[in-house]
């Protein structure tokens, strides 16, 4: 398992250095009409420059050649309802799906259920706990059926707690890249969601190429940073899966003279996990791995992200990647601009610093 990289030569950074004012009504509650109907911000960050841009027009400033690498996760209906022995009320955010009748969750209660407790969820579903691990617990469902089965039968969509609205149908499509092909998200890989059929379909008749890695987003990606100096943090674990033909691809690309592209931070934080070493390797693994200013990317030249959280682990990782000073402009920016944020947001375009 790689190791969160911290670089000896990366500065001492507080919380503070990643925070800045976002205005509450910037927050998107919802997708725009069409996915590529979204603004692009894009960033030149050698050369400091930003340009306001859309996101239909993203195949321009593509050419032959590039390669966009994707995250294929699934976001799978991982929240569920229910009461304890006792009766009271618990809320179940699965986080991880271990084999057919396991699975890793969040439990929300008043009162923690104890080892060997039942649950009973949705009215429906008979669970077990196993045992704690760490804030986490292990959970067995009693059923014939998989636990994936079930989440998708009785499960609902779990939506970014930014998000105040109950998930409905239209979030059961949105909050689901057209792309996504392997369960086992609980956070969707947002940056891909601005794609649609028709744009994938004119980028591959350019000769823009596209291959997957797959990173299971878990819930962590919404805990706050509870430390002040960020070299005290430590990264929430995630499983990842980088093919062999996502490493042939991005060899291609490089020796035919094409840029390589990470759509989203969770693409990024793959393919950087499987270079932890310094060369990129075909694998699957856990990733903790926690990018910050001073990092050294060995991966992809673009970034295709959205707009993330103040003093959050994904400011840090687009700061260490465009450079802070460049990105507290550009955060600035599309807040004076009134670009949306977040999950539902906009996206922004960044040439390596």
Do not use: W
Not at 91 to 107: G, N, Q, S, T
């Amino acid at each position: 398992m790689p190791a969160p990289i911290k670089p000896s030569d990366a500065p001492t950074l507080t919380l503070a250095d990643f925070d800045f004012a976002l205005p509450g009504e910037l927050i998107a509650q919802h997708p725009a009409e069409q996915r590529r109907h979204s603004r692009l911000l894009c960033l030149d960050a050698p050369a400091g420059v930003l340009r306001d841009d859309l996101f239909r027009h993203l195949p321009s400033c593509l050419k032959a050649g590039d390669l966009l690498v994707f995250n294929n996760t699934r976001v799978i209906k991982a929240r569920l309802h229910g009461t304890k022995e006792s009766g009271g009320r618990i809320e179940v955010l699965v986080e991880r799906v271990l084999d057919e009748h396991h699975a890793l969750a969040h439990i929300r209660a008043s009162h923690s259920p104890q080892p060997g407790a039942a649950l009973r969820l949705e009215n429906c579903l008979a669970v077990r706990v196993i045992e704690k691990e760490g804030t986490l617990y292990r959970l067995r469902f009693d059923s014939e059926e998989s636990v994936l089965t079930l989440l998708e039968r009785h499960g609902s969509l779990p939506l970014p707690p930014y998000i105040t609205h109950a998930p409905g149908t239209l979030d059961e499509t949105r909050y689901q890249t057209v792309y996504a092909h392997e369960p086992g998200a609980v956070a969707a890989p947002t940056a891909g969601l601005h794609f649609d059929a028709e744009m994938l379909a004119e980028l591959e008749a350019m000769g823009v190429h596209k291959a997957f890695v797959t990173l299971h987003v878990g819930a962590g990606t919404f805990q706050p940073v509870r430390v002040d100096n960020i070299a005290e943090h430590r990264m929430h674990s995630e499983r990842y899966l980088v093919p062999q033909e996502t490493v042939d691809a991005i060899a291609r690309a490089r020796s035919e003279g094409g840029r390589v592209m990470a759509v989203g931070t969770t693409s990024l934080r793959a393919l950087e996990s499987a270079a932890a070493d310094g060369q990129l390797r075909a694998g699957y693994g856990e990733t903790s791995i926690f990018i910050t200013p001073g990092y050294r990317f060995r991966v992809a030249e673009r970034l295709l992200t959205n707009f993330h959280l103040p003093r959050s682990t994904l400011m840090m990782l687009v700061s260490a990647f465009a450079g802070m000073d460049n990105i507290r402009r550009a955060y600035q920016h599309a807040v004076e601009q009134r670009y949306r944020f977040f999950s539902y947001g906009d996206a922004m375009l960044i040439e390596r610093s």
